[in-house]
T-cell receptor, first 113, second 115 residues
Framework: KQEVTQIPAALSVPEGENLVLNCSFT??????LQWFRQDPGKGLTSLLL?????REQTSGRLNASLDKSSGRSTLYIAASQPGDSATYLC????????????FGKGTTLSVSS | GAGVSQSPSNKVTEKGKDVELRCDPI?????LYWYRQRLGQGLEFLIY????????KSGLPSDRFSAERTGESVSTLTIQRTQQEDSAVYLC?????????????FGNGTRLTVT
C-alpha cells in the first residue's frame, strides 16, 4: 500500500528562521510530487510541482527537493514570516491521470512574530 | 471567476437526507477531481473526470455516492441517505491537462456536517 508520511505533524518557529518540512513515500515509482498550502477554512493552494525526472523546484522563498531513490521530499522555507503559518501538504502522484494522488496528513506550521 | 468555485461552502443536514455539492472548475480545465478530507485525516480521492472519457469512480466509498459532470464544466457530487461518517470537507480540484505537468487547483471546499 502506498503511503505518504509527513514529519513533523506540527512545527512552531520564530519569524526569520529557515525551516524544512519532510515528506516520505513508500513507492519510488512516482510520476510527480506536489506541495500544497492549506489555510483554515480554505482549499489547497499548489506551491510547487516536481516531475519525477526533476530533483528540485524553486519559487521565491520556497525550495522543494525530490529524491525518488530514498522516497523523500523536503520543502525548505527561507526567512519564515507569520504569513507562512498554514498547513503544508505533500501529495505524491503515482499515475499519469493524477487519480492515484496520495496525500500526507500535513505539517501545521506556526510562525510567531 | 479565476479559481475553482464550490457551493455551498457549508452544509448541515440530517442523517438520511440527500445532499448535492457543486463544483465550477476553472474554465478550460479538462480534468476535474473530487476529494474528501475528514477531520485529522489526509485527503481521500473520490472520483475523476477527464473530458468526455468515462469517469474514474474507484475512490467512491459506497453506492450512496455519485457524481456527474456535463462536458468540461460544472460537476455535482451527490450523497444519498447521508450518514454521520460522511461529515467531512469535500474538495474539488481541476487541472488543465492530466499528467505530470499540470498542478491541481483546488476550491475552498464544502464543509458537510451530518447530524
Amino acid at each position: 500500500k502506498q503511503e505518504v508520511t509527513q514529519i513533523p505533524a506540527a512545527l512552531s518557529v520564530p519569524e526569520g528562521e529557515n525551516l524544512v518540512l519532510n515528506c516520505s513515500f513508500t513507492d519510488s515509482a512516482i510520476y510527480n510530487l506536489q506541495w500544497f498550502r492549506q489555510d483554515p477554512g480554505k482549499g489547497l493552494t499548489s506551491l510547487l510541482l516536481i516531475q519525477s525526472s526533476q530533483r528540485e523546484q524553486t519559487s521565491g522563498r520556497l525550495n522543494a527537493s525530490l529524491d525518488k531513490s530514498s522516497g523523500r521530499s523536503t520543502l525548505y522555507i527561507a526567512a519564515s514570516q507569520p504569513g507562512d503559518s498554514a498547513t503544508y501538504l505533500c501529495a505524491v502522484g503515482f499515475n499519469q491521470a493524477g487519480t492515484a494522488l496520495i496525500f500526507g496528513k500535513g505539517t501545521t506550521l506556526s510562525v510567531s512574530s | 471567476g479565476a479559481g475553482v468555485s464550490q457551493s455551498p461552502s457549508n452544509k448541515v443536514t440530517e442523517k438520511g437526507k440527500d445532499v448535492e455539492l457543486r463544483c465550477d472548475p476553472i474554465s478550460g480545465h479538462t480534468a476535474l477531481y473530487w476529494y474528501r478530507q475528514r477531520l485529522g485525516q489526509g485527503l481521500e480521492f473520490l472520483i475523476y473526470f477527464q473530458g468526455n472519457s468515462a469517469p474514474d469512480k474507484s475512490g467512491l466509498p459506497s453506492d450512496r455516492f455519485s457524481a456527474e459532470r456535463t462536458g468540461e464544466s460544472v460537476s455535482t457530487l451527490t450523497i444519498q441517505r447521508t450518514q454521520q461518517e460522511d461529515s467531512a470537507v469535500y474538495l474539488c480540484a481541476s487541472s488543465l491537462l492530466q499528467g505530470r505537468n499540470s498542478p491541481l487547483h483546488f476550491g475552498n471546499g464544502t464543509r458537510l456536517t451530518v447530524t
